[in-house]
């Protein structure tokens, strides 16, 4: 295998031909594809923390896992070899490592480096960019030919949390899960869970294990689908053929069943709805209680919350758990009033009220000597942002997992710079037809998104520039699409 030396160990400046932006799932998938189809690129990793796994090592909550398949989820080129479909974090966070470990890419990720500033020259056709070290007073200067940004959509530094009335007067714990405490002990304790989404679902069943009685008080109510948490048809046909051959069977098959049960519930939405809330009611044995998973919005306007084997709907059961919905009137000493009139004990509050969302990792970029603003940029194959030159982001799916679109996207970088190699150019750069009408990046109503709708790019209404939500469709235009399509410009 031809494994490129590290840039960083040569004097300043360093060069390399792609610099990868982030050690998750991600950034290390990258890494691997780049050593399969560019195998004479070099290329390094800039990553801001101590360890590879970006949001699987940065999130440590109780029952962190995944909230979908781990065969879709998993990389493309690598099985996933755990009996857990629905896998726990550290497991995730491990399989991260392991790919890095076995192809090499461990030495070439350079951690406690965080990448604040990229500046494109087109005279120069290559970006210089600049790194703090949590190491050193000086920064660290690089020269890329290609950024590759792999550090998600959200920022790691703060988490969105809302400010309620009267919440210094509370005399508990206040925990935030982004900021989750190691050290905390929640047994026998009266713990109150505020947010509905997949942070809250997944925190309620872990922590009402041992603690006192977790309430999960959500402000309007979610989908939530209780699903196995091992793959049974996976684990039966691992007896009988090789693990390559099954990890993708199983992965064609949940990829298939994926979209089609998405394509039903966006054509039937109110057939879709009932049986989501009569399957709460079974697994509740209360419909009463079953009003709790029944939103006013059509499944998937946002995402689904998946629970495995039911964990959530046992804890209720059991009495460990319970749900209300209803808002925050105010904080006090002792728990939190609702508009009711009630007030719900708590010796500690967690805030699990979301992500905020950023683009680009945050990086200031300029391009030319100009600022650039992603916000007034448009999205060409969910990938590139109009005109930025030489450079890619990773951006999942809403309806997916998110490694389907991240590989995807690093097999197009790949086609794209060997295509590059062999014409000679130096430069690409995607150019806005200005007769494309500007659309949201991203169609979800969820809080999340809609806070950050001034941040994020845009869309536009017809291809390339639609941000598409169909794996199948992603795969005949990024895969085996044209590269000189027209629109991307190379020079």
């Known amino acids: 295998m031809n494994l490129p030396a ?19 799932l991600s950034g290390i998938g990258a890494a691997r594809h780049l050593q399969l189809h560019c195998p004479q690129t070099s290329w390094c990793i800039l990553e801001s923390r101590a360890a590879i796994g970006g949001t699987w090592d940065l999130f440590r909550y109780p029952g962190i896992r995944s909230d979908s398949d781990m065969h879709t989820l998993g990389y493309a080129f690598k099985p996933w070899t755990n009996h857990k479909s629905i896998a726990d974090g550290p497991s995730i966070r491990q399989y991260i490592q392991e790919t890095a470990d076995e192809n090499g890419i461990t030495p070439h990720v350079k951690h406690g480096h965080a990448v604040t500033h990229a500046s494109w020259s087109s005279s120069q056709a290559c970006w210089t960019v600049t790194a703090t070290r949590i190491d050193a007073v000086e920064p660290v200067i690089l020269k890329a030919k290609f950024l590759y940004v792999c550090c998600g959509y959200y920022s790691y530094k703060n988490g969105h949390q809302p400010e309620f009335a009267g919440q210094s007067e509370f005399k508990g714990q206040w925990i935030h899960p982004q ?11 009266k713990v109150v869970v505020i947010g509905s989404g997949a942070t809250a679902v997944t925190l309620v069943p872990a922590m009402a294990k041992t603690a006192a009685h977790v309430t999960m008080l959500q402000r309007s109510p979610t989908y939530v689908i209780s699903l196995p948490s091992e793959d049974a048809a996976s684990l039966w046909l691992q007896k009988y053929l090789p693990l390559t051959w099954v990890y993708r069977m199983t992965r064609f098959k949940n990829l298939t069943l994926g979209m089609l049960s998405y394509q039903v519930a966006r054509r039937w939405p109110e057939f879709v ?4 809330v009569k399957m709460a009611a079974s697994q509740l ?13 059509k499944p998937w306007d946002e995402r689904l919350c998946l629970v495995p084997d039911g964990d959530l709907f046992k804890q209720i059961r059991k009495g460990k758990a319970s749900v209300v919905t209803d808002s925050i009137q105010a904080i006090e000493a002792g728990g939190i009033r609702i508009s ?6 708590a010796d500690i509050i967690v805030s699990a009220t979301g992500l905020t969302l950023n683009i680009l990792g945050d990086i ?13 940029a448009m999205a060409y194959r969910g990938m590139w942002l109009s005109d930025l030159p030489n450079a890619v982001m990773t951006f999942g799916y809403t309806n997916a997992s998110w490694t389907l679109k991240a590989d995807l996207t690093a097999l197009h970088t790949c086609r794209l710079l060997n295509y590059m190699k062999k014409h000679g150019y130096r430069k690409a750069v995607a150019v806005k037809n200005a007769n494309v009408r500007e659309e949201d990046y991203l169609s979800f109503t969820s809080g999340y998104v809609q806070r ?14 639609q941000v598409n939500q169909n794996y199948l469709k992603d795969i005949l235009l990024i895969k085996y699409g044209r590269l000189n399509d027209g629109v991307m410009k190379f020079t």
Request: glycine share 8%; proline share 9%; net charge negative.
């Open 285 to 297: 044995q209360s419909v009463e209680q079953a009003q709790n998973f029944s939103p006013n919005y």
């Open 6 to 24: 590290s840039p960083l160990e040569a004097e300043s400046p360093q060069r390399v031909d792609v610099l990868i932006v982030g050690a998750g």
């Open 452 to 465: 950050a709708r001034d941040i994020l790019p845009k869309q536009g209404n017809r291809a390339p520039w």
């Open 340 to 345: 009711s009139g009630q007030t719900i004990e």
């Open 273 to 276: 709805k009932q049986s989501l």
């Open 364 to 376: 200031q970029i300029e391009v030319d000597g100009k600022a650039f603003n992603p916000s007034q």
């Open 179 to 189: 900021f989750w405490p190691q050290s905390l002990d929640y047994a026998g304790k």
